[in-house]
């Protein structure tokens, strides 16, 4: 497989390009938390960065509350039923969609 920090390095890259591209914000926020030793306070950040943008995306609600679930449950307990009232379930891949939106676009 692809070490960790070359899919980072790829991913800083293309925010670099499009930092506003959601998709890409939320792919690298999964792949801060799920690499190995975990970047939780990096992959946090770009959960929480999507977020900002795009207020009612479930994936980067769920996410988030995976990323924060050990150092604060109560948090994470939020952002889950946050994302189940915005449709999604628990069964919902962590990791993103990549089908093209105009709202990803921007």
């Not at 591209?21 to 938390?33: E, S």
């Not at 679930?69 to 379930?89: F, I, N, Q, V, Y």
Request: charged content about 25%; hydrophobic content about 35%; aromatic content about 6%.
């Amino acid at each position: 497989s692809t070490p960790r920090w070359i899919a980072l390095a790829d991913y800083d890259r293309a925010l670099e390009i499009t930092p506003h591209h959601l998709a890409t914000q939320l792919d690298r926020g999964v792949a801060r938390y799920r690499g190995g030793g975990g970047d939780l306070p990096g992959a946090i950040s770009d959960f929480c960065r999507v977020l900002e943008r795009e207020p009612t995306n479930a994936t980067a609600f769920f996410n988030r509350a995976f990323a924060t679930a050990l150092d604060d449950p109560e948090s994470a307990l939020a952002d889950m039923t946050a994302a189940r009232k915005l449709g999604g379930s628990s069964r919902q891949p962590v990791v993103p969609d990549r089908t093209p939106t105009p709202d990803r676009r921007r």
